[in-house]
């Protein structure tokens, strides 16, 4: 089994930064991606991005150059680095790990943009 910890959401306003983090634990093994998904109230779940443990990172077409994905792969964290945030980046994020295991999630962290 693996656990994910998320941290770092919160309020900001527009035009604002957010930094998230995403700790996993448990039956890791070396090979993985971790990654971010986002559902906004009333909208499907969506992804915005992930990067292999070998640190290749894709990013949704609505959070590129604004968002970046990185890891620390000795801490077995992610981090979401949010720049230039817009009211409609409003969702709760959720890490997600894949394994050859399965796909693991965490409990989500709310981030909120507004004036």
């Known amino acids: 089994q693996v656990q994910l910890v998320e941290s770092g959401g919160g309020w900001v306003q527009p035009g604002g930064s957010l930094r998230l983090s995403c700790t996993a634990s448990?039956?890791?093994?070396?090979?993985?991606?971790m990654g971010w998904y986002r559902q906004a109230p009333g909208k499907q779940r969506e992804l915005v991005g992930g990067?292999?443990?070998?640190?290749?990172?894709n990013h949704a077409d609505s959070v590129k150059g604004r968002f970046t994905l990185s890891r620390d792969n000795t801490k077995n964290t992610a981090f979401l680095q949010m720049n230039s945030l817009k009211p409609e980046d409003t969702a709760i994020y959720y890490c997600?790990?894949?394994?050859?295991?399965?796909?693991?999630w965490g409990q989500g962290t709310q981030v909120t943009v507004s004036s």
């Open positions: 990067i292999t443990s070998g640190g290749y990172a």
């Open positions: 448990g039956s890791i093994f070396g090979g993985n991606t």
């Open positions: 997600i790990l894949a394994n050859s295991r399965g796909d693991y």
